[in-house]
């Protein structure tokens, strides 16, 4: 026979509805969230998963100096075979960075379109609409780059002052991601895009003076080739390419390439996080729970107690206490689930097709995803409630009857200073009853104010970022040659640079270390102690690594596979800001270093634009170039930052709600002898309000450093993997805005309680309760 | 059931209690009181008057009338105890005075003050200015000690009686850093008497004070009331079922099916230590 006490369900629902609805409707927008989330997540991973072989990506690509001749790419796929890879393929894949404005109405803004002849055998692309380019002046551009500068097909555009007709829009497999140089920490899709054309189309931009950046990508016809397989046969075809005579630029593995993996990892990584959201959320409500829960079964002393003396078995109540709980558990999984499979996989999906090119999106089911939205949230729910549960049900028959199931009159029950006024004392011990709901509040006033003030932070940090990058081009102009170029210009500083990497260690991969030769007394690298042997190190890499003084750093040349070593000379040999990531010498150090002819360089600084030779020029970077990144991170963010605060607000207003209600809750029957004996409503509410809203203030003032700590180990925990050093940039502001969003919201919560109170019936203070 | 010794030895720590007190501390609660006790001795005005006082509950078929033309007085400093069986209306007797419930028709006059115009608002101010309420369960809060419990209610007047004072004469001074649970039930209802008191109220509301208690506990409570009642000079109504207690009271109301069946002043009255039952 089914338990009388089920009876009690809906009545206990009812009268408790804004307790259940609170965190039904936080699970279940939650899970909403999240279960949109992973499944769109989960459907990019697979189409991700399809591209390498449905559209032939590559496995590593080289840039040489000049165009590579047959004998010279003859050499390097003999040395491919000969490292035991087996036979590779290479492809030309040249391309232009070629200055873009729309043909009529350019706003005047810097764009570069990377164009490609259309492939047709590597990294090949998909189309969105349109068609392949056939004509000499058609183009094929980006979707991503299309859509944020409104570029539709029909128009009219300019590539290097020529005019094309932009006949299709696309993604190519190859630039998923919009990495404009494979370094760079973020994606620019305002002012980078891609594009293909006809070949008779590259031959019309080749007429126009410009040179190609020589690319050439590489195919292993193996593809059971580990990365470590892989990128040892590619060592040896570079230098089989230097021993031939080319100048190898660059070199990248697919695993290393932006523009390839980033989109794939960036998924991942989002995934991570926004399961651990859900299950922070999950863990915290189900603290919530055992918290009213602990309340009710408190309140309900007597009538367990007479129930187990009647003969009911503790199971039987724990399995009742426990019923409801579970109900709005399995319940908000449910809802949270449809609505996270038909309300949220489309803008969740749109939160990464806004960002990366990739091919048409296809819903894929996951089991995976089911279980972890589904049965984990559940099961996490239940099992801390009813762990809980029978820890509070623990006691005897007799000690539910004597009311003596909470140890907080006991443990907390000691005497207060008489010197303190009465309304102080009496405010204290409403903390004391209650700190159970208030530590619980903390924690969850500490996580929402976490997600807020991440929310409110990432812009600035990434603006302040950017900022960094910008003061780090110490030049208006950073023009990188593929060789020496003599030019007679006074203002002009002659530099070389080159790349190596550093171990990271712990497995999270190698991070880009730009080494410069700079001159001694340079006019645009001000007070920077190289010269005689001396090495300085970017603040950013001083930050990151937190290198000792003294200390040997190992950097690996993956071009000439052999390690170098710099010793950090501590405090007095840094440089530039926190995101500097650059190691600097002296131009005749720099050259001694790597073996360079004496007076080698590759580069000029200038605050004059230069008018150098093409063929010479591999980039021109600019101050202004920098501050894209922090342009594109508003841009990806806006979205999700609106979400994120929208969240946090409705976690403050939820925790808050449930857990200052349960406290004025355990008190209604003390707040209606105090009406009994003549208290007005407002000097209850004064009581007890004063020291719900004295908690939550000092909560939120108090979980802010604690907070700040937090999200600085959390950034450098997920950003170690990636080039580059952001701190985490706080400002006042944010914090006072998190401190007033929060406040704000348990005014709204405190006006709630105030009604709440003046609803106490005196009824409740003339009831027997023995 | 006989006089029990250890019942007059624990009234005459009562009194010893509030006489130990000191001559400051001591005297403040009594000058304050003496007046209530004067006025009762000189000139026995009415304080409470109840006029063709009607309560019911419900609607139509359901309508149960629970007071049905009640009209009695009580004087002022005067014990009155109301007595009845359960079911009688003593309750919501006692409610209708204390405010806490509205009155159907027939009108209530405590200390010159008319219940029946008042508003909810001004119920709680003539509460908190005349009353004091004593339950059968003490209702004391939990996790509040017994001094604290007692200041809740010392909070609300601008001249209540010293609280030291006032727990030395109920014999709690020992006690006061105790939560309830800590101590007996009858150091609880003297709690909740003090409490009551505390505030120096006109009229002390009792419901079922001994209920909960056992027999020498009971009396123990009946003589501090007594003494409350002579020292401090309020008007106190007991409502109980407990025959033997009419015998310590100025006057006797007892309630039948919500009707008055008696209305009695005790000539006789029997000191609070000498009752039996």
Request: charged share 20%; with cysteine; aromatic share 10%.
């Given at each position: ?473 110490v030049a208006e102009h950073m023009y990188t040659l593929k060789a020496p170029l003599e030019i007679d210009n006074a203002q002009a500083e002659k530099y070389a640079v080159y790349s190596l990497e550093y171990d990271r260690g712990e497995g999270s991969g190698t991070e880009t270390i730009t080494v410069y ?254 | ?19 130990e007190a000191g001559p400051a501390a001591a005297s403040t609660p009594r000058a304050t009181s003496t007046s209530h006790a004067a006025d009762a001795a000189s000139s026995p005005a009415p304080y409470l008057q109840v006029r063709d006082l009607c309560k019911h509950y419900g609607e139509g078929e359901a ?188 006057r006797v109301l007892r309630l039948r099916d919500g009707k008055l069946a008696e209305d009695t002043a005790n000539v006789e009255r029997m000191a609070a230590r000498d009752l039996t039952w």
């Amino acid at each position: 026979m089914a338990s009388p006490l089920r009876k009690r369900f809906p009545r206990e629902l009812k009268n408790n509805l804004g307790k259940y609805l609170g965190i039904f409707l936080l699970m279940s927008v939650t899970i909403a969230l999240t279960s949109g989330f992973l499944l769109a997540a989960h459907s990019i991973g697979v189409i991700i998963d399809d591209m390498p072989e449905k559209y032939s990506i590559e496995d590593a690509r080289f840039t040489t100096a000049f165009e590579a001749t047959d004998e010279q790419l003859n050499a390097a796929v003999d040395a491919a075979h000969d490292a035991g890879a087996g036979s590779a393929d290479i492809f030309r894949n040249w391309s232009f960075d070629a200055d873009f404005n729309h043909a009529k109405g350019d706003d005047g803004r810097d764009r570069t379109l990377r164009v490609y002849q259309h492939r047709t055998q590597v990294d090949l692309a998909a189309y969105a609409e349109g068609r392949v380019p056939e004509a000499a002046d058609e183009v094929a551009v980006d979707r991503v780059f299309a859509t944020n500068n409104g570029i539709t097909v029909g128009e009219e555009v300019e590539l290097f002052g020529q005019r094309f007709t932009v006949c299709g829009i696309m993604t190519t497999s190859d630039n998923q991601a919009l990495f404009q140089n494979n370094s760079d920490f973020t994606v620019n899709t305002l002012t980078f895009g891609v594009a293909e054309v006809s070949e008779s189309g590259f031959a019309a931009l080749e007429a126009t003076g410009h040179q190609p950046a020589y690319t050439y990508s590489v195919r292993f016809v193996d593809r059971d080739l580990t990365v470590a397989q892989r990128t040892d046969a590619e060592k040896d075809m570079m230098r089989a390419l230097s021993d031939a005579g080319a100048t190898v630029d660059d070199l990248t593995d697919s695993s290393a390439n932006q523009g390839i993996g980033y989109a794939a990892d960036d998924v991942s990584g989002d995934s991570t996080m926004w399961s651990v959201l859900l299950y922070m959320i999950i863990v915290i409500m189900a603290f919530v729970f055992v918290v009213l829960t602990s309340g009710t079964i408190e309140e309900e002393s007597a009538i367990i107690g007479t129930l187990l003396a009647s003969g009911y078995r503790r199971r039987e109540l724990v399995t009742h206490y426990l019923a409801l709980p579970a109900a709005v558990g399995i319940a908000a999984a449910v809802v949270g689930n449809v609505a996270g499979y038909t309300l949220m996989s489309e803008p969740m999906r749109n939160l990464y097709y806004g960002s990366y090119s990739l091919p048409p999106y296809y819903a894929t089911w996951s089991w995976g995803v089911f279980a972890q939205t589904t049965v984990l949230p559940v099961a996490t729910l239940v099992g801390i409630t009813l762990l809980g549960l029978l820890r509070k049900m623990g006691h005897t028959p007799l000690e539910f009857l004597r009311h003596e199931t909470s140890k907080g009159g006991v443990k907390r029950g000691f005497a207060l200073p008489e010197r303190l006024s009465f309304p102080a004392r009496f405010r204290m011990r409403v903390f004391l009853r209650n700190l159970g709901n208030f530590a619980t509040l903390f924690v969850g006033i500490g996580f929402a104010s976490m997600l807020l003030l991440f929310s409110l932070a990432i812009l600035p940090t990434m603006t302040h970022y950017a900022e960094n990058l910008h003061n780090n081009v110490v030049a208006e102009h950073m023009y990188t040659l593929k060789a020496p170029l003599e030019i007679d210009n006074a203002q002009a500083e002659k530099y070389a640079v080159y790349s190596l990497e550093y171990d990271r260690g712990e497995g999270s991969g190698t991070e880009t270390i730009t080494v410069y030769g700079v001159p001694e007394d340079s006019r645009y690298w001000n007070d920077l102690a190289v010269g005689d042997g001396h090495v300085a190190f970017g603040n950013g890499l001083i930050d990151k690594f937190g290198f000792a003084d003294g200390q040997t750093i190992s950097l690996y040349d993956k071009y000439e596979d052999e390690t170098r070593k710099v010793a950090y000379e501590g405090d007095a040999y840094t440089w530039g800001t926190k995101s500097d990531m650059a190691v600097y010498m002296s131009l005749d150090d720099f050259n001694r270093f790597f073996g360079n002819d004496a007076g080698y360089f590759n580069g000029y600084a200038s605050d004059q634009a230069l008018d150098l030779d093409a063929r010479y020029l591999a980039s021109d970077l600019t101050p202004e170039s920098m501050d894209a990144i922090g342009e594109q991170f508003v841009g990806m963010m806006d979205d999700m930052i609106g979400m994120l605060v929208g969240l946090s607000v409705f976690i403050f207003l939820v925790f808050m709600y449930l857990l200052t209600k349960s406290v004025i809750d355990r008190s209604a029957r003390a707040i209606s002898y105090m009406k009994v004996f003549g208290y007005r409503d407002s000097e209850i509410s004064r009581l007890y309000v004063r020291s719900i809203t004295l908690t939550v203030a000092v909560s939120l003032v108090v979980c802010q450093p604690l907070i700040i700590g937090g999200l600085t180990l959390l950034f450098r925990a997920m950003l170690l993997a990636y080039n580059g050093n952001i701190e985490i940039y706080v400002p006042m502001m944010a914090i006072a805005e998190v401190i007033a969003i929060g406040f704000a919201t348990y005014l709204a919560v405190a006006l709630l309680h105030i009604r709440r109170i003046k609803r106490v019936p005196l009824a409740l203070a003339l009831k027997v309760q023995e | 059931m006989g006089k029990n010794p250890a019942t007059a030895t624990s009234t005459a720590d009562l009194d010893s209690h509030a006489t130990e007190a000191g001559p400051a501390a001591a005297s403040t609660p009594r000058a304050t009181s003496t007046s209530h006790a004067a006025d009762a001795a000189s000139s026995p005005a009415p304080y409470l008057q109840v006029r063709d006082l009607c309560k019911h509950y419900g609607e139509g078929e359901a309508r149960a009338t629970v007071l049905h033309d009640v009209t009695a007085t009580v004087n002022k400093g005067e014990i009155c105890v109301l007595l009845g069986p359960s079911g009688s209306g003593k309750s919501t007797f006692l409610n209708l005075v204390g405010g806490l419930e509205a009155i159907d028709s027939g009108s209530i006059n405590v200390g010159g003050t008319e219940l029946t115009s008042l508003t909810p608002k001004q119920l709680g101010e003539y509460r908190r200015d005349k009353l004091g309420f004593v339950f059968q369960f003490y209702n004391l809060v939990p996790d509040l000690t017994i001094r604290e419990n007692i200041e809740v209610t010392a909070h609300l007047s601008a001249n209540p009686l010293p609280v030291d004072d006032l727990l030395r004469s109920l014999g709690l001074y020992e006690h006061r850093a105790k939560f309830p649970r800590q101590v007996s039930g009858g150091q609880q209802q003297r709690c909740a008497i003090g409490r009551a008191l505390v505030k120096n109220p006109g009229l002390l509301l009792c419901d079922e004070p001994t209920g909960a208690l056992d027999y020498q506990t009971s009396k123990e409570i009946l003589e501090l009331m007594e003494n409350v009642n002579r020292d401090y000079g309020c008007t106190v109504v007991i409502v109980t079922h407990n025959d033997a207690i009419k015998h310590m009271a100025h006057r006797v109301l007892r309630l039948r099916d919500g009707k008055l069946a008696e209305d009695t002043a005790n000539v006789e009255r029997m000191a609070a230590r000498d009752l039996t039952w």
